[in-house]
């Protein structure tokens, strides 16, 4: 039985606040921001995040700081991630993940250099969103069931245990319903057909699959049922502009065609007629 959840006072960062977000989606406790005492490390009902020196999963202890300098970068969360048995599969499919590792064990100038971007690039990505999020985090010494930022952090410690648990689940719905068309022009389209009933969303694990696919160089585009209608939607993989999807928005079966050329949606339903469309949207 989890009841509280330590994590050091200051300033807040991405990975402690993300580390006890997770831990909010299975231990809705309260949230001491306050360094933690000898007592605190050595009881298993209280989390210790990112602070106390050590890493401890019977302990509940999750802290990196000890670390070599030169070890793996890990932080916070991905120490809680472990902890879930989540982080292979976030390694896999979070692609911010390793990006938030390095800025919180690196700090922003070896961050720059591994992405091959100038520091000042990095500020243009802040969102207000983030660091609204985080200073009402570290305004506070305490955070319970009720308060805004908790039940902000709760939801998104839910959302990102839903999407990795799902994701895997997801891989597999795709593998099972989907199949490769070979293009004309020699490239590869994955096509997913309409079954009955639709998982929600079921499109959302196409553009996965085919990264770990041994297609996945050769893939142009994806075909999956229009939620809307009854037809499909046609998109770019990897936004390929190859693919210029507004050379067919006059087309009678096509209800829309985005104005940027990366999707367009159809009534058509054969596969005859769905490749058609997107070779007719091939530029090369």
Same mark, same amino acid.
């Given at each position: 039985?989890?009841?509280?959840?330590?994590?050091?006072? &200051?300033?807040?960062?991405?990975?402690?606040?993300?580390?006890?977000?997770?831990?909010?989606?299975? !231990?809705?406790? $309260?949230?001491?921001?306050?360094?933690?005492? =000898?007592?605190?490390?050595?009881?298993?009902?209280?989390?210790?995040?990112?602070?106390? &020196?050590?890493?401890?999963?019977?302990?509940?202890?999750?802290?990196?700081?000890?670390?070599?300098? =030169?070890?793996?970068?890990?932080?916070?969360?991905?120490?809680?991630?472990?902890?879930?048995?989540? !982080?292979?599969?976030?390694?896999?499919?979070?692609?911010?993940?390793?990006?938030?590792?390095? %800025?919180? /064990?690196?700090?922003?100038?070896?961050?720059?250099?591994?992405?091959?971007?100038?520091?000042? $690039?990095?500020?243009? #990505?802040?969102?207000?969103?983030?660091? /609204?999020?985080?200073?009402?985090?570290?305004? @506070?010494?305490?955070?319970?069931? &009720?308060?805004?930022?908790?039940?902000?952090?709760?939801?998104?410690?839910?959302?990102?245990?839903? !999407?990795?648990?799902?994701?895997?689940?997801?891989?597999?719905?795709? *593998?099972? #319903?989907?199949?490769?068309?070979?293009?004309?022009?020699?490239?590869?389209? #994955?096509?997913?057909?309409?079954?009955?009933? #639709?998982?929600?969303?079921?499109?959302?694990?196409?553009?996965?699959?085919?990264?770990?696919?041994? %297609? *996945?160089?050769?893939?142009? *585009?994806?075909? !999956?049922?229009?939620?809307? &209608? /009854?037809?499909?939607?046609?998109?770019?993989?990897?936004?390929?502009?190859?693919?210029? %999807?507004?050379?067919?928005?006059?087309?009678?079966?096509?209800?829309?065609?985005?104005?940027?050329?990366?999707?367009?949606? /159809?009534?058509? $339903?054969?596969?005859?007629?769905?490749?058609?469309?997107?070779?007719?949207?091939?530029? @090369?």
């Amino acid at each position: 039985m989890i009841r509280e959840i330590v994590v050091h006072p &200051g300033g807040a960062h991405k990975d402690d606040f993300l580390a006890c977000s997770v831990l909010l989606a299975k !231990y809705p406790v $309260t949230i001491f921001r306050r360094e933690p005492s =000898d007592a605190d490390l050595s009881d298993p009902s209280v989390c210790v995040v990112d602070v106390g &020196g050590d890493w401890n999963e019977d302990l509940m202890n999750f802290d990196h700081h000890q670390f070599p300098r =030169d070890s793996e970068p890990l932080c916070a969360i991905s120490l809680v991630l472990k902890h879930f048995g989540l !982080y292979e599969d976030a390694q896999k499919f979070c692609d911010w993940l390793e990006v938030a590792e390095w %800025f919180d /064990t690196r700090g922003p100038v070896d961050t720059g250099k591994w992405l091959g971007v100038e520091r000042e $690039t990095l500020s243009k #990505l802040n969102s207000p969103i983030d660091i /609204t999020l985080l200073r009402r985090f570290a305004a @506070g010494t305490e955070h319970q069931a &009720g308060e805004p930022i908790w039940e902000v952090m709760k939801m998104v410690g839910e959302d990102l245990h839903k !999407y990795l648990t799902g994701m895997r689940a997801k891989l597999e719905e795709v *593998a099972r #319903l989907c199949e490769w068309w070979e293009m004309d022009f020699g490239k590869k389209v #994955l096509f997913m057909p309409r079954v009955e009933p #639709l998982s929600d969303d079921a499109s959302s694990g196409m553009g996965r699959f085919v990264e770990d696919s041994e %297609f *996945a160089g050769d893939t142009v *585009a994806l075909v !999956y049922p229009d939620r809307r &209608g /009854t037809g499909y939607g046609i998109s770019r993989f990897n936004d390929d502009k190859r693919l210029e %999807f507004t050379r067919v928005g006059e087309e009678e079966d096509v209800h829309f065609a985005h104005k940027s050329g990366f999707i367009a949606k /159809t009534s058509a $339903t054969e596969k005859a007629r769905l490749t058609a469309l997107i070779e007719q949207a091939w530029i @090369g």
